[in-house]
């Protein structure tokens, strides 16, 4: 089994900085490689807003989680970032022509050695291994946003993954204590996002439709399940860049006009506006203090 020593992350979103400090954090020396300096920076900024979230959540010490950041390292150079990476996890824009010619450029200077993850929500692997050049050593590891608290990482290979790399992604999830979910077989979604998007996805249409305001949405999902939160709050955890590149990709398939029109509403008045969710403090609630967790909201 190969052993995992360094990691480069590439793309340095919200999962992505999320998935390179939890990974420093338990120990790993990781490099976060974005295409340009200020993605870097905004990288920066995204860990500083996140690092309180693991004291109050966690109870981490400010020595250690001052430690993890500096086993971080920060690249423009995918060549520089990857030169010696045991594995190489790839968290950019969920869209299937970005990913593909990431992994053409990644597989002609990657190191032989170095296997290749990808934390897509929504691609299935198989749609991407014939780019890496190393279908063997190429997979699916989902996180979830908030990877501090909702531990969990599903592993989801193709029919030509090696079973041993699919066992060392097994096992390093667990190394960064993830709660390792192991699929069989490819899913579209994997397990969570199989049971998640259908919620969504709903919410979204009656908005788009003009069934009902995003509260009233959202108290009748709290109020009828006992859920701390409803479809839309959960779009601001997810980050609503993420979900614009994974609605716009899903209406332009199925072209779905209400659908269409919520992506557009998503990119004019909230993406374009700076307006990303929980992590830039705005989206469609304002943080830390949303107004569904005030106490009046579900009267």
């Given at each position: 089994m190969t052993t995992i020593?360094?990691?480069?992350?590439?793309?340095?979103?919200?999962?992505?900085?999320?998935?390179?400090?939890?990974?420093?954090?338990?120990?790993?020396?990781v490099t976060i490689y974005d295409i340009n300096g200020e993605a870097i920076e905004?990288?920066?900024k995204l860990i500083d807003t996140f690092l309180p979230r693991y004291k109050s959540d966690l109870q981490i010490s400010s020595e250690k989680l001052e430690e993890a950041y500096q086993k971080l390292q920060f690249s423009i150079s995918l060549q520089e970032a990857v030169s010696e990476a045991d594995l190489l996890i790839e968290a950019i824009p969920e869209s299937i022509g970005i990913k593909k010619e990431f992994y053409r450029n990644l597989s002609k200077i990657a190191p032989e050695k170095t296997i290749f993850a990808t934390n897509t929500s929504t691609l299935l692997p198989s749609l991407l291994m014939d780019e890496t050049g190393r279908p063997e050593k190429f997979l699916a590891l989902h996180f979830a946003n908030e990877i501090w608290k909702h531990n969990t990482a599903e592993?989801?290979?193709?029919?030509?993954?090696?079973p041993e790399v699919f066992e060392t992604l097994v096992e390093f999830?667990?190394?960064?204590?993830?709660?390792?979910?192991?699929?069989?077989?490819e899913q579209p979604g994997y397990i969570l996002n199989t049971l998640l998007v259908p919620l969504l996805s709903s919410g979204i249409l009656l908005y788009a439709k003009?069934?009902?305001?995003?509260?009233?949405?959202?108290k009748t999902w709290m109020l009828g399940t006992g859920s701390p939160i409803?479809?839309?709050?959960?779009?601001?955890?997810?980050?609503?860049?993420?979900?614009?590149?994974?609605?716009?990709?899903?209406?332009?398939?199925?072209?779905?006009?209400?659908?269409?029109?919520f992506v557009n509403v998503l990119k004019n008045q909230f993406i374009d506006a700076g307006k990303l969710g929980v992590s830039s403090g705005e989206g469609f609630y304002k943080y830390p203090n949303p107004t569904f967790q005030g106490k009046d909201f579900l009267k």
């Open positions: 020593k360094k990691i480069t992350v590439a793309g340095s979103g919200v999962l992505g900085s999320q998935i390179a400090f939890q990974s420093a954090l338990h120990g790993y020396d905004k990288s920066k592993i989801m290979g193709t029919e030509k993954t090696n999830a667990k190394s960064i204590g993830m709660i390792a979910l192991p699929l069989k077989k003009g069934v009902a305001d995003i509260e009233t949405i959202d409803g479809p839309f709050g959960i779009l601001d955890v997810v980050g609503l860049g993420t979900v614009y590149h994974i609605f716009k990709t899903e209406a332009e398939r199925t072209g779905n006009e209400e659908k269409m029109k």
